[in-house]
Protein backbone atom coordinates (compact mmCIF):
# COMPACT_ATOMS: atom_id res chain seq x y z
CA UNK A 1 0.00 0.00 0.00
CA UNK A 2 1.45 3.50 -1.10
CA UNK A 3 1.21 6.48 0.92
CA UNK A 4 1.57 10.32 0.66
CA UNK A 5 2.41 12.41 3.71
CA UNK A 6 2.54 16.28 3.77
CA UNK A 7 4.42 18.39 5.62
CA UNK A 8 4.88 21.58 6.08
CA UNK A 9 1.29 23.68 7.08
CA UNK A 10 0.92 26.58 9.94
CA UNK A 11 -0.18 30.24 10.15
CA UNK A 12 1.18 32.86 8.26
CA UNK A 13 0.73 36.12 7.60
CA UNK A 14 -0.72 38.01 4.49
CA UNK A 15 2.37 37.84 2.00
CA UNK A 16 4.57 35.62 3.54
CA UNK A 17 5.44 32.08 2.18
CA UNK A 18 5.41 28.77 3.11
CA UNK A 19 6.95 25.24 1.32
CA UNK A 20 4.86 22.04 1.74
CA UNK A 21 6.35 18.62 1.07
CA UNK A 22 4.88 15.43 -0.11
CA UNK A 23 6.59 12.31 0.68
CA UNK A 24 5.67 8.89 -1.80
CA UNK A 25 6.53 5.97 0.62
CA UNK A 26 7.10 4.14 -3.06
CA UNK A 27 9.42 5.06 -5.64
CA UNK A 28 7.19 3.22 -7.77
CA UNK A 29 4.02 5.48 -7.43
CA UNK A 30 6.43 9.17 -7.26
CA UNK A 31 8.57 7.62 -10.73
CA UNK A 32 5.12 6.37 -12.56
CA UNK A 33 2.17 8.80 -10.81
CA UNK A 34 1.62 12.49 -11.79
CA UNK A 35 1.68 14.44 -8.95
CA UNK A 36 -0.35 17.36 -8.00
CA UNK A 37 -1.17 19.09 -5.09
CA UNK A 38 -5.21 19.67 -4.61
CA UNK A 39 -6.93 22.54 -1.74
CA UNK A 40 -10.35 22.89 -0.12
CA UNK A 41 -11.71 25.67 1.65
CA UNK A 42 -13.98 25.72 4.53
CA UNK A 43 -17.15 25.34 2.50
CA UNK A 44 -15.92 24.89 -0.78
CA UNK A 45 -15.19 22.34 -3.05
CA UNK A 46 -11.60 20.83 -3.70
CA UNK A 47 -9.52 22.42 -6.24
CA UNK A 48 -6.69 21.68 -8.16
CA UNK A 49 -4.07 24.22 -7.65
CA UNK A 50 -0.91 22.34 -9.58
CA UNK A 51 0.20 19.33 -11.22
CA UNK A 52 3.64 18.72 -12.58
CA UNK A 53 4.35 15.86 -15.38
CA UNK A 54 5.99 13.00 -14.67
CA UNK A 55 7.48 12.54 -18.09
CA UNK A 56 9.12 16.27 -18.94
CA UNK A 57 8.87 18.15 -15.76
CA UNK A 58 5.77 20.59 -16.94
CA UNK A 59 3.84 21.84 -14.77
CA UNK A 60 0.04 23.28 -14.89
CA UNK A 61 -0.27 25.95 -11.93
CA UNK A 62 -4.43 27.19 -11.57
CA UNK A 63 -4.52 30.68 -12.80
CA UNK A 64 -5.21 31.76 -9.29
CA UNK A 65 -1.91 30.82 -8.09
CA UNK A 66 0.15 31.84 -11.11
CA UNK A 67 3.03 33.70 -10.63
CA UNK A 68 2.83 32.93 -6.50
CA UNK A 69 2.96 29.00 -6.34
CA UNK A 70 5.55 26.94 -7.87
CA UNK A 71 5.31 22.77 -7.50
CA UNK A 72 8.31 20.67 -8.01
CA UNK A 73 9.84 17.50 -7.14
CA UNK A 74 13.08 15.80 -5.81
CA UNK A 75 13.37 12.46 -7.56
CA UNK A 76 16.15 11.48 -5.25
CA UNK A 77 13.99 11.97 -1.92
CA UNK A 78 10.69 11.14 -3.49
CA UNK A 79 9.26 13.98 -2.64
CA UNK A 80 7.18 16.73 -4.17
CA UNK A 81 6.87 20.64 -3.00
CA UNK A 82 4.81 23.71 -3.16
CA UNK A 83 6.50 26.46 -2.93
CA UNK A 84 4.05 29.29 -1.42
CA UNK A 85 4.84 33.06 -1.96
CA UNK A 86 3.04 36.03 -1.45
CA UNK A 87 -0.24 34.68 0.68
CA UNK A 88 -3.31 35.96 0.85
CA UNK A 89 -6.59 35.26 3.36
CA UNK A 90 -8.18 33.28 0.35
CA UNK A 91 -5.33 30.94 0.32
CA UNK A 92 -6.39 29.58 3.54
CA UNK A 93 -7.26 25.88 3.00
CA UNK A 94 -6.16 22.08 4.01
CA UNK A 95 -3.93 21.00 1.34
CA UNK A 96 -3.45 17.76 -0.03
CA UNK A 97 -1.33 16.16 -2.36
CA UNK A 98 -2.24 13.93 -4.76
CA UNK A 99 -0.91 10.66 -7.43
CA UNK A 100 -2.79 9.84 -10.39
CA UNK A 101 -2.08 7.80 -13.39
CA UNK A 102 -3.78 9.91 -15.63
CA UNK A 103 -1.87 13.28 -17.06
CA UNK A 104 -2.13 16.45 -15.67
CA UNK A 105 -4.81 17.64 -17.47
CA UNK A 106 -7.22 14.24 -16.51
CA UNK A 107 -6.89 15.10 -12.79
CA UNK A 108 -9.59 15.90 -11.12
CA UNK A 109 -10.78 15.57 -7.39
CA UNK A 110 -13.46 12.92 -7.75
CA UNK A 111 -11.12 10.51 -9.12
CA UNK A 112 -7.92 10.94 -7.78
CA UNK A 113 -5.68 7.31 -7.12
CA UNK A 114 -4.03 8.25 -3.98
CA UNK A 115 -4.46 11.33 -1.39
CA UNK A 116 -2.14 12.40 1.03
CA UNK A 117 -3.95 13.30 4.74
CA UNK A 118 -3.75 16.89 4.14
CA UNK A 119 -2.03 19.98 5.93
CA UNK A 120 -4.12 22.72 7.11
CA UNK A 121 -2.38 26.63 5.63
CA UNK A 122 -4.04 29.41 7.33
CA UNK A 123 -3.33 33.38 6.17
CA UNK A 124 -4.09 35.43 8.41
CA UNK A 125 -2.77 38.68 10.62
Known amino acids: QVHLVESGGGLVQPGGSLKLACQASSSFLFEHYTLAWFRQAPGKEREKVSC????????YPADSVKGRFTISRDNAKNTMYLQMDNLTPEDTAIYYC?????????????????WGQGTQVTVAS
Open 52 to 59: ISTSDGTT
Open 98 to 114: AADIRPCPGIVAKAVDV
